[in-house]
């Protein structure tokens, strides 16, 4: 169960968010506490639409968790629900990035280095949501196929 | 000299609102990089550092003058950025 604090903070956050001009480009779904579902794709594939799960346990103070979604069924175990970027990994269903909490269980490591571990300053969503378009956006090459 | 202030906007991820400032053209990217990280609340520590980016390349000089790094243009608009890493 989310602390009172995640909550607070997650909701002036997720406020923040979706006052700015960018969120035009997401469509957020607010499910939990400390969950959204977000639509979003590449500038190079307009059409291909992507659905990410973000979930924190604690916010801003941990990585959230990343999955991509079937926005049909909901489920989070299919890597076509994937794009390929870099350091995502479709056929682990998980990102190997220092802005998710996969990234930290596949690299324990970058939680001891000052350099590597999760900054949770500012608005750590923003953040999240950023770094994701900035992938998409520079870095796709296709929807994974199996 | 001539347009001897410049305006600068420093944008940060996870900052709704970029840091706007007017600064002389003799002021250094080190000098304006410590307004910046103070109005966005950051801190750096041991090697947890922030670079700026004109255009996708990083301002190494922190001596350089913003005069230098915006030739002839009126406004300076630079990235703070943090340290991101992909494994596999």
């Known amino acids: 169960m989310a602390d009172e604090f995640s909550e607070l903070t997650f909701k002036e956050d997720l406020a923040e968010v979706l006052f700015l001009p960018e969120a035009s480009h997401w469509k957020i779904e607010h499910i939990g506490p400390l969950e959204v579902h977000v639509a979003l794709s590449s500038v190079k594939l307009p059409a291909d639409v992507f659905n990410v799960r973000l979930y924190w346990n604690s916010y801003p103070m941990e990585p959230p968790s990343l999955k991509f979604r079937d926005p049909a069924t909901g489920r989070i175990d299919l890597p076509t629900a994937w794009p390929e970027v870099r350091g995502f990994r479709p056929a682990s269903l998980d990102a190997c990035v220092n802005w998710c909490s996969e990234g930290f269980v596949t690299h324990p490591e970058w939680k001891n280095d000052p350099k590597t571990k999760w900054n949770p300053q500012g608005n750590a969503l923003l953040r999240v949501l950023r770094l994701l378009q900035r992938e998409l956006d520079e870095f796709f090459v296709k929807r994974f196929q199996q | ?88």
């Open chain 2, 1 to 88: 000299m001539e347009h001897e202030i410049i305006k600068v906007e420093v944008h940060y991820i996870a900052a709704k609102k970029p840091f706007v400032t007017e600064a002389k053209r003799t002021e250094t990217v080190g000098q304006l990089k410590v307004q910046a990280l103070k109005a966005f609340g950051l801190v750096e520590e041991g090697n947890k550092t922030f670079k700026l980016f004109f255009h996708k390349t990083e301002l190494q000089n922190l001596d350089e003058t913003l005069g230098q790094v915006a030739g002839d243009k009126k406004e300076l608009k630079l990235d703070l950025e943090e340290f991101i890493i992909q494994g596999k």
